[in-house]
C-alpha cells in the first residue's frame, strides 16, 4: 500500500525526501500495529536506529509536510480498507468471539 501510494520502491536505497517519506510512514504504520522496530528495520534493510529515527521524527515532519500527511493518511485509509482483523483469527477463536 504504501509503495502504490507514494509511488516509490521503499526498499531502494536512497535518501531522496520521497523515499524516505514512505519509509517514515511504512514503520509508523506497523509499530502501531505492535511489529518489532528491529522487524521493520530488517525488511527495510535498514539498521533498527533507522526505524528509531524514523518514529522519533515522524510527528514534526507529518505536521509540517502537506505532502507526507496527505499520502499518510490515504495508506491508513487504503489498510483499513483492505485489513480485516478477522481474516486473522482461525476457526475456533471465531466461534468462540461470535459466542
Given at each position: 500500500?504504501?509503495s502504490?501510494v507514494?509511488d516509490?520502491?521503499?526498499h531502494?536505497?536512497t535518501r531522496?525526501?520521497e523515499?524516505v517519506?514512505a519509509?517514515?510512514?511504512f514503520?509508523?504504520v506497523?509499530?502501531?500495529?505492535?511489529?518489532?522496530?528491529?522487524?521493520i528495520a530488517?525488511y527495510l534493510?535498514?539498521?533498527?536506529?533507522?526505524?528509531l529515527?524514523y518514529?522519533k521524527c515522524?510527528?514534526n515532519?507529518?505536521?509540517?509536510?502537506?505532502?507526507?500527511?496527505?499520502?499518510?493518511n490515504?495508506?491508513?485509509?487504503n489498510y483499513?480498507?483492505?485489513?480485516n482483523?478477522?481474516d486473522?483469527l482461525?476457526?475456533?477463536?471465531?466461534?468462540?468471539?461470535?459466542?
Amino acid at each position: 500500500i504504501v509503495s502504490e501510494v507514494f509511488d516509490v520502491d521503499i526498499h531502494a536505497n536512497t535518501r531522496k525526501r520521497e523515499y524516505v517519506n514512505a519509509r517514515m510512514s511504512f514503520a509508523m504504520v506497523l509499530v502501531k500495529m505492535g511489529t518489532t522496530k528491529v522487524s521493520i528495520a530488517r525488511y527495510l534493510g535498514k539498521d533498527h536506529a533507522t526505524v528509531l529515527h524514523y518514529i522519533k521524527c515522524f510527528d514534526n515532519y507529518f505536521n509540517s509536510d502537506k505532502d507526507l500527511r496527505k499520502k499518510h493518511n490515504q495508506v491508513l485509509d487504503n489498510y483499513n480498507k483492505r485489513y480485516n482483523p478477522i481474516d486473522e483469527l482461525d476457526r475456533k477463536t471465531l466461534i468462540h468471539k461470535i459466542g
